[in-house]
Nanobody, 114 residues
């Protein structure tokens, strides 16, 4: 069993930045594909970014150039640096480990509003 504990959500003004963290209970970050997803009210959960075990990253078009996914294998943690946040980025953000059904974090709320 893997537990994922996220932190870093909150309220930020448009144009601001936040960094989300996702700490895994086991040393899986270097072994599994790790990703960030988000779900806004009334919408389906969507992929934001993921990073493979080999370090290859992939981003949704809507966040390219603004968000950066990274990982620290020694800390079993991945991060999502979010810059130039816009109101449409408001959502619950989920960390996922592995492919298929995988393991999910609890989902911190990110709210972008003036």
């Amino acid at each position: 069993q893997v537990q994922l504990v996220e932190s870093g959500g909150g309220l930020v003004q448009p144009g601001g930045s936040l960094r989300l963290s996702c700490a895994a209970s086991r040393s899986i970050v270097r072994l599994f594909v790790m990703g960030w997803y988000r779900q806004a009210p009334g919408n389906q959960r969507e992929l934001v970014a993921h990073i493979s075990s080999g370090g290859i990253t992939n981003y949704a078009d809507s966040v390219k150039g603004r968000f950066t996914i990274s990982r620290d294998n020694a800390k079993n943690t991945i991060y999502l640096q979010m810059n130039s946040l816009q109101p449409e980025d408001t959502a619950v953000y989920y960390c996922k480990a592995g492919s298929g059904s995988g393991y999910w974090g609890q989902g911190p709320q990110v709210t972008v509003s003036s």
